[in-house]
C-alpha cells in the first residue's frame, strides 16, 4: 500500500513537470520523460525532441497570438505571455541604472538580453527577481502581477535564475545542490525530518529521483556525490541551471552563462540551453556578450544601452541594426 | 553512495560516545578512576553538547556566536528553579530532573528565538559582538535577580531579599543575586550525560541530514542563492539557532544538577565560557560535530590530567591551542604535513615495489 | 556637582577606552582579525611599570617608557610567531590563536606576579583640580587620561593621512591584493599596525591602572572586551569612531554606575551598543557594506 502511493506521488511529480513541456508537443515525448531512464535517454537524442518543439513555436508565431494549449492549460493563464515588463526604472543615487524599461516574452521563447558592459542587464534581472524594488514600472508573470514581491516569493511565483558570478552552495554535494531546489515542492516538517518518520524517508525518496532525474538531463549524475566547488568551470554552469530548474520555474534567467567558458564549452552550453527549452517546455531570458551564442539560439533579443532599450525585435534584425553596432564598437 | 557513508560516518559518532561509556564504566568497576576524574565525568558530557550544539550555529548555519555561556546560564537556572519549587509537590528527583531539562532547553529555545530575531540580521563579526553582549547581559541580569516564595505566591526583586516584601513565617528565598541557586539536588550523573549528549547528537545530525539541514546549510555557503531559490532565510536561520540555544539550555540544566550552588558568575556563565566551547568547535572542525565532542573532551580533560604540572597546566593548554590552531590551519603547515604525508606513501610504495 | 563629577570621569574611562579601542580597530581594519589578547597587552604593561617604578623604584616616565618598549616588542612578536602564519587562513582560525594567546599571557603574568592583586601606584604625580571652592574636584589622572587621548588622536590621525606608512595602512584596509601589487609591503604594514596598537595598549594600562589601582593578570580582559565594543560602537575600522564610541561607552558606563546599579553598568553598556547596532548594523561611523549581486 505504502508503495503504491510512493509510485504515485512521482508520477504525480514529473507530470508536474511536464506541464510545462512546449504545447503540443507530441504525446510519447511527455511519456519518455516519465522514468529517470528514459529522460537520460532522451537527453542522448536531443534532435527529435528539439523537432517536436520547434513546430508548435513556429506555428505559435504563425498564428501570431500566444499559445495556450493543453499542456500549458493547468497552470498558464492562456492568452497572457510568460512574462511581461512595463516601464521599469530603478535609480541608485540619481543614476538611472534601468530606465522604462518594457519586454514581452512569449511561452516557450528563448529571449536574449544583451548589450555593453554596465548598459544595466545584471540590474533587469535584480529587478525581476526581487533582489531591488523597482521606482516605477510593473512586472507580470503569467498574467498576474508580481511587481514589488520579495525574492523568495517570486521564485515561487516561477521565476528562477543563474548568477554571472556563479553561486553555487559549495560546500553541498552536487545533488544536495539540487535538493534545495526542491525545497519548496517536495515537503516534510523539520520534526518529522528529526524524527526519521515515514514521511521522511517517502519524500526524501522522491527527491533523490526527481534531483538524479535533472542531473542526469545535465549529465551530471556520476558527479552527484562531488562537493559543488570540486566540479570543473563548465559543470558547475550546468550544476546552477539544474538548481534552478529544480524550482520547477515558468522562467528561467540565466545571466552570463557562457562567461569564462572556451569555444567548445560554449557549444556545448548553446546545446544545453536549447535543449531545455525543449525538454521542459521552458520560456529562458539570457544575459550573454558572447554574440555567437545569442546569434545561435535566441529568437528575440532586446540590446540594453545605457539603461534604456535600444532596440528590440527578431535576432538576426537587431543584430544587423546600425545602431546595436554604434553602441558595441562606438561612432 | 553519500547516504550510505553519512549513515556509517553517524553510526561511527553513536558508536564513539557509547564506547566511551562502556569504558568508563569498566574503569569504574574495576577501581581504575581517581575519583578526579570522577568529577569530570558530568563536565566532560555538557561541554560535549555544548560544542555540538554551537557547532550549529558556527558550523552549520555559518554565523559566529559568543554569547553561547548565556543560553546555558538560562537553561541552568530556570532548570534548577524548577527543580527546587517542585521539591515538595514532586517527590521524584527523577522526575524534577527530566521535567527541568525539558523547561531549561524550552526557556533557552524561547529566548534564541527572541534575540535571534534581531540579532540574525547582522553579519559576522557584528553579529559575534552582540552575541556576546547578549550573553553578559543575560549573565548580569540573573546575578541581580532575587526570587522567593510564600503562601501568596512569588516575588521578584533586581535589589535585595528584603524587598521581596514576603510573609516572614512561609517564605523561602529561591534565586539569591549573585549566591545564586543553593541546594539543588545533584542529580546529573555521567549516564544522563551521555544519554542527554546522544540525544544532542540525535538531534542536530538527523536536522542537518534533512530538507531542513540543506535548507540551513545553503543559507551559509550562498545567502544570495539560497534566496533567489525560495528558501526561508529568517526561518531558518531562526530554527538553527533556537535549537542550539535550547540544547545549550538542557547542557545548563545538566550543569546545574551536578553542583551544590549555582551562581551567575563570570567563571560559570561569562563571555570566556563562550569562547572556551567556541575553541572546542573550531579545533574540532567546523560541521564536524564528531571532532566537537573530541575537541571538546580532550580539551576539558587536558588540564585536569595536567594537574600534576601544578600552575604550568593553563600555560601548556594555551601553547596547545596556539600550535594545534597554526598546525590545523596554517596554508604552510597543511603544504608540509600533505608533503610529509605523501612522501611517507611514496616510500610505503617503493617498498613494495 | 554630583553628575559633574561622575561625568567627567566617566569621560576619563572612555578616553581609556578609546585609546584601546584605536588598537582594536587599526588592527580590525588592516589585518582583518580580532585580536582577542589585545587587551592582555594592556595588563602586560601595567605589570612591566609595576616592575620598573614600584620593584626597581625608577621614575614614572621610565616606566611608561619601558612598558611601551616591551608591550611594542610584544606586539610584533606575537603577530609574527602566532598570526602571520595564518594570514591566509580562515578568520575564526585566527580568532582562536588570539585566544590563545591571550590565555598565555594572562598564565605567564599568573606564574610571574601570583593571583593577588597588586597595588599600583599612579603614574600621575600631579596635584588634583579643585574646582568651585571644593565643590569639584577632578583628579590629575583624570586630566592627564583626557589630555593623552586627545594628543593620541591627533597624532595617530596625522601619522595616517600625512606619512607614507599611514597611506600604505589605508591601501592595506582598503584592498590587501592591491596594495601589494602597488608595491606596499604588507607584511611590514601589519606588523607597524601591531607596534602602534601595543604600544597604545601600553600606554591605556598605565592610564587605567593609575585610575584603578588593582593590578592583577585578568586586568586587561574586561577593558579589553569593552574597548572592542566601543570599536564596534563607533564602526570598526574608523579612528573618530573608536573616540565617539569610547568617549559614549565611558559615560554611560560611569553614570549608570553612579545611578542605575554597578551591577548593571555592564549589562547597560551591552545594551546600549545592541540598540545601536540594530539601527545602524555597521556602528555610528562605520561603512556601508552592500553586497553585489
Not at chain 2, 565532542?293 to 604550568?312: H, V
Not at chain 3, 554611560?252 to 545602524?280: G, P, T, W
Request: net charge positive; with cysteine; proline share 3%.
Amino acid at each position: 500500500m505504502a508503495k503504491k502511493t510512493t509510485m504515485d506521488a512521482a508520477r504525480t511529480t514529473v507530470k508536474a513537470g511536464n506541464a510545462t513541456a512546449p504545447a503540443g508537443a507530441p504525446q510519447n515525448a511527455a511519456q519518455t520523460a516519465r522514468t529517470p531512464q528514459n529522460a537520460a535517454r532522451a537527453a542522448q537524442t536531443p534532435q527529435n525532441a528539439a523537432q517536436a518543439a520547434r513546430t508548435p513555436q513556429n506555428a505559435g508565431q504563425a498564428a501570431g497570438k500566444p499559445r495556450n494549449t493543453q499542456a500549458a492549460g493547468a497552470e498558464s493563464n492562456g492568452s497572457f505571455p510568460t512574462l511581461e515588463v512595463r516601464n521599469l526604472s530603478i535609480s541608485f543615487g540619481g543614476l538611472k541604472a534601468v530606465d522604462g524599461f518594457n519586454v514581452v516574452i512569449e511561452k516557450g521563447q528563448l529571449y536574449g538580453l544583451i548589450g555593453p558592459n554596465g548598459a544595466g542587464k545584471t540590474t533587469v534581472f535584480n529587478l525581476l527577481t526581487g533582489v531591488y524594488k523597482p521606482d516605477t514600472g510593473t512586472i507580470h508573470l503569467d498574467g498576474k502581477n508580481i511587481t514589488g514581491k520579495k525574492t523568495i516569493e517570486i521564485n515561487q511565483e516561477g521565476i528562477a535564475r543563474t548568477f554571472q558570478n556563479i553561486r553555487l552552495f559549495k560546500d553541498l554535494s552536487v545533488l544536495d545542490n539540487v535538493k534545495v531546489g526542491l525545497h519548496n515542492h517536495h515537503k516534510y516538517s523539520t520534526l518529522e525530518g528529526i524524527l526519521r518518520l515515514p514521511s521522511f524517508y517517502k519524500v526524501e525518496k522522491e527527491m533523490n529521483e526527481r534531483a538524479m532525474e535533472l542531473l542526469s538531463v545535465f549529465d551530471l549524475d556520476k558527479e552527484c556525490d562531488y562537493k559543488a566547488s570540486n566540479l570543473p568551470y563548465g559543470k558547475q554552469r550546468k550544476l546552477e541551471i539544474a538548481r534552478a530548474l529544480a524550482t520547477d520555474p515558468k522562467l528561467l534567467l540565466l545571466d552570463e552563462p557562457a562567461a569564462g567558458m572556451n569555444p567548445n564549452e560554449t557549444s556545448e552550453l548553446m546545446e544545453t540551453i536549447r535543449f531545455v527549452r525543449e525538454k521542459f517546455g521552458m520560456t529562458i531570458l539570457l544575459i550573454e556578450h558572447d554574440m555567437k551564442l545569442v546569434a545561435g539560439i535566441c529568437e528575440k533579443l532586446t540590446v540594453l544601452n545605457f539603461g534604456q532599450v535600444l532596440t528590440q525585435g527578431d535576432t538576426s534584425e537587431v543584430l544587423n541594426d546600425r545602431r546595436v553596432i554604434t553602441a558595441y564598437l562606438g561612432e | 553512495m553519500t547516504k550510505n557513508k553519512v549513515r556509517i560516518q553517524n553510526a561511527v559518532t553513536y558508536g564513539m560516545v557509547v564506547l566511551f561509556w562502556v569504558v568508563i564504566q569498566i574503569m569504574d568497576r574495576t577501581g581504575h578512576l581517581t575519583s578526579l576524574f570522577k568529577g569530570l565525568l558530568v563536565p566532560l558530557c555538557m561541554y560535549a553538547i555544548l560544542a555540538v550544539s554551537l557547532n550549529l550555529t558556527v558550523g552549520i548555519l555559518g554565523e559566529l556566536s559568543l554569547g553561547h555561556a548565556g543560553f546555558m546560564c538560562l537553561g541552568a537556572f530556570s532548570g534548577a528553579f524548577l527543580t527546587n519549587c517542585l521539591e515538595t509537590a514532586v517527590p521524584s528527583m527523577g522526575l524534577r530532573f527530566f521535567m527541568a531539562l525539558i523547561l531549561g532547553a524550552v526557556v533557552a529555545g524561547i529566548f534564541g528565538l527572541l534575540i535571534g530575531i534581531p540579532v540574525l540580521r547582522l553579519k559576522g563579526d557584528y553579529l559575534a559582538i552582540v552575541t556576546l553582549a547578549f550573553g553578559e547581559i543575560i549573565k548580569n541580569l540573573i546575578n541581580v535577580l532575587y526570587v522567593g516564595r510564600d503562601v501568596n505566591g512569588f516575588h521578584f526583586s533586581m535589589k535585595d531579599t528584603t524587598s521581596l516584601g514576603m510573609d516572614k513565617e512561609t517564605g523561602v528565598v529561591l534565586i539569591k543575586g549573585a549566591q545564586g541557586i543553593t541546594g539543588t539536588p545533584r542529580a546529573a550523573t555521567f549516564t544522563i550525560g551521555i544519554l542527554l549528549l546522544l540525544l544532542t547528537l540525535f538531534i542536530v545530525l538527523n536536522l542537518i541530514h534533512s530538507r531542513a539541514g540543506r535548507a540551513i546549510m545553503s543559507i551559509r555557503d550562498n545567502r544570495i542563492a539560497a534566496e533567489s531559490i525560495g528558501i526561508n532565510i529568517t526561518k531558518y536561520k531562526l530554527m538553527a539557532f533556537s535549537i542550539s540555544a535550547a540544547l545549550a539550555g538542557m547542557a545548563g540544566v545538566l550543569y546545574a544538577h551536578s553542583l551544590s550552588t549555582l551562581q551567575a558568575s563570570s567563571n560559570n556563565f561569562g563571555y570566556n565560557k563562550s569562547i572556551l566551547i567556541l575553541v572546542f568547535v573550531v579545533l574540532g572542525g567546523l560541521g564536524n560535530m564528531r571532532g566537537s565532542i573530541i575537541a571538546a573532551m580532550l580539551l576539558t580533560a587536558l588540564p585536569e590530567l595536567l594537574r600534576g604540572l601544578n600552575d604550568y597546566r593553563m600555560l601548556i593548554y594555551a601553547v596547545v591551542l596556539i600550535v594545534m590552531t597554526i598546525f590545523n590551519s596554517s596554508p604552510k603547515a597543511i603544504e608540509i604535513r600533505s608533503m610529509v604525508l605523501s612522501r611517507i606513501r611514496g616510500g610505503a610504495k617503493k617498498e613494495v615495489a | 556637582m554630583g553628575f559633574l563629577s561622575y561625568f567627567i570621569s566617566g569621560v576619563s574611562l572612555g578616553a581609556v577606552y578609546a585609546i584601546i579601542a584605536l588598537g582594536y580597530t587599526m588592527v580590525y581594519g588592516i589585518a582583518r582579525m580580532l585580536n582577542f589578547a589585545h587587551g592582555d597587552i594592556i595588563m602586560v604593561g601595567g605589570f612591566v611599570i609595576f616592575t620598573v617604578v614600584s620593584t626597581l623604584g625608577m621614575p614614572p616616565l621610565l616606566g611608561i617608557v619601558v612598558a611601551v618598549a616591551a608591550c611594542t616588542l610584544l606586539g610584533v612578536t606575537t603577530e609574527r610567531v602566532a598570526y602571520r602564519p595564518l594570514r591566509e587562513a580562515s578568520s575564526l582560525a585566527v580568532l582562536i590563536t588570539a585566544i590563545g594567546v591571550s590565555y598565555l599571557l594572562q598564565n605567564i603574568a599568573l606564574l610571574v606576579f601570583g593571583s593577588n592583586p597588586r597595588q599600583f601606584t599612579s603614574v600621575v604625580t600631579l596635584p588634583n583640580l579643585v574646582l568651585a571652592g571644593g565643590a569639584l574636584t577632578i583628579s590629575s589622572t583624570t586630566i592627564v587620561t583626557i589630555i593623552s587621548c586627545i594628543i593620541i588622536m591627533i597624532g595617530l590621525t596625522a601619522f595616517i593621512n600625512k606619512t607614507k606608512m599611514g597611506q600604505a595602512m589605508l591601501a592595506v584596509s582598503e584592498d590587501r591584493g592591491a596594495a601589494s601589487l602597488m608595491g606596499i609591503d604588507v607584511n611590514k604594514t601589519i606588523a607597524v599596525t601591531f607596534a602602534i596598537g601595543s604600544a597604545l595598549a601600553a600606554i591605556a594600562g598605565a592610564l587605567l591602572c593609575s585610575a584603578y589601582p588593582s593590578l592583577t593578570p585578568y586586568t586587561g580582559s574586561m577593558p579589553g572586551i569593552k574597548a572592542f565594543t566601543a570599536a564596534v560602537f563607533g564602526g570598526i575600522g574608523s579612528i573618530p569612531g573608536a573616540l565617539i564610541g569610547g568617549i559614549v561607552l565611558g559615560v554611560i558606563e560611569n553614570l549608570s554606575k553612579a545611578y542605575i546599579s554597578s551591577q548593571l553598568s555592564d549589562a547597560i553598556v551591552f545594551a546600549v551598543l545592541i540598540i545601536v547596532l540594530l539601527v545602524r548594523p555597521t556602528g555610528i561611523l562605520g561603512r556601508k557594506i552592500n553586497e553585489k549581486v
